[in-house]
Structures are given as C-alpha cells and as structure tokens.
T-cell receptor, first 114, second 111 residues
Framework: NAGVMQNPRHLVRRRGQEARLRCSPVKGHSHVYWYRQLPEEGLKFMVYLQKENIIDESGMPKERFSAEFPKEGPSILRIQQVVRGDSAAYFC????????????FGQGTRLTVV | KQEVTQIPAALSVPEGENLVLNCSFTDSAIYNLQWFRQDPGKGLTSLLLIQSSQREQTSGRLNASLDKSSGRSTLYIAASQPGDSATYLCAVETGANNLFFGTGTRLTVIP
C-alpha cells in the first residue's frame, strides 16, 4: 500500500532545459496538489488537479509551468526552459476528496538548475 | 489573503524538556489546521489534523490546540527526544482546496 510516490527524487537540469516531475498518488485518490518549497521559504501552493482537469492553478507561474493529471498514469509537473530560480523542492500531495480531507505528501523532487 | 506565521523560527532544547510551537493565521475561515514534520531532505509527515470545529487533538506525546477565533494554534511536545529534531510546519486549509503553510520552526533536541 504505497503512499504518494514522486520521481525522480533529485533532478539536475541546465538552464534552458525542460524538467518533468512525476507524482503517483495514493491508490484510489483522484485529487492531486503540487507545492513548491523555495530555499528558506515555506511551501507554496501551485496547482490542484482532479483526474484530467485543472481545478485551481492560481499558484502556478504564468509562463513555462504546466501540469496535467491524465486518466491513466501519474500527474506531471512540467517546467520548460528552466532558470536558476526554479531550483526548489517540489512536493506532490493527494487526497480522496475535496476540501477538508487529509492530504498525503510525497517525499518531493529536488530540482537543481545549473 | 491567508498568511500563516510560525514562531519561533528555530528552537533548541535539552532532551526531556516540554516545549510549545506556535502558529498564527490571519483568516479564521478555515476548514482545518494540520501540523506536519519535515526531516532534512525528506518529505512531509502529517502529525495532527484539527477540524475547524475542534479545539485540540492528541497523538502520543503531541498535543495540538486550535483557537480559530483568535487565529492561533499551538503544538505541544512532551518529554522531547533527540528523534524529535526536525522542522515543524503548520498549514491551514481554506475553501480553495489548498493548504497555506507557515515557514516552519526548526527544532533541535540536544541529547
């Protein structure tokens, strides 16, 4: 009974490359959330997805960032043309329902842009 | 806009001491408040979840309280142990289906 699985755990990209972060939610969970933790800052909400739909992307940067949660397979957070400021830990969480249900977090993907 | 503040930012205590971590939030319209633990280089572990209608939750040596009207929560750790050393985060859930996190309190328990 695996929890939220994120991969890779560590990702190094050169400036201008693309980063793809994967998140497999807890089995049976259809709600996925992505958070970003910048160095010395707290976690900030990025996007909330429910199978095949983006529900709330108010925390996503307007450019270069996109997220999807297809009917089959993991949720993907995609960052195009990465810059040094994208270096952070990206956490994914999943839950069974909507508001007021417990979210379970993955171990995060640490992205380093060199 | 919801803002979550945690005080202190860092805390060092000798083993065995009881301690309190503080969390405050600006908008009392929350569904719940959670306390998480984050170990260096690792993910988040949920410790306690308090619904907005509750005043406290207990799990082992941990006790969390919630005063929604004043926008405050405390996490009480009894008889601290070196294994308790970690960063403790509080987060509130609003109706927007997302969590607002504080910046955390980095706890060090000295053997």
């Amino acid at each position: 009974n695996a929890g939220v699985m994120q991969n890779p755990r560590h990702l190094v990209r050169r400036r201008g490359q693309e980063a793809r972060l994967r998140c497999s939610p807890v089995k049976g969970h259809s709600h996925v959330y992505w958070y970003r933790q910048l160095p010395e800052e707290g976690l900030k909400f990025m996007v909330y997805l429910q199978k095949e739909n983006i529900i709330d992307e108010s925390g996503m940067p307007k450019e270069r960032f996109s997220a999807e949660f297809p009917k089959e397979g993991p949720s993907i957070l995609r960052i195009q043309q990465v810059v040094r400021g994208d270096s952070a830990a990206y956490f994914c969480a999943s839950s069974q329902g909507t508001a007021n249900t417990e979210a379970f977090f993955g171990q995060g993907t640490r992205l380093t842009v060199v | 806009k919801q803002e979550v503040t945690q005080i202190p930012a860092a805390l060092s205590v000798p083993e065995g001491e009881n301690l309190v971590l503080n969390c405050s939030f600006t908008d009392s319209a929350i569904y719940n408040l959670q306390w998480f633990r984050q170990d260096p280089g690792k993910g988040l572990t949920s410790l306690l979840l308090i619904q907005s209608s509750q005043r406290e939750q207990t799990s082992g040596r941990l006790n969390a309280s919630l005063d929604k009207s004043s926008g405050r929560s405390t996490l009480y750790i009894a008889a601290s142990q070196p294994g308790d050393s970690a960063t403790y985060l509080c987060a509130v859930e609003t109706g927007a289906n997302n969590l607002f996190f504080g910046t955390g309190t980095r706890l060090t328990v000295i053997p």
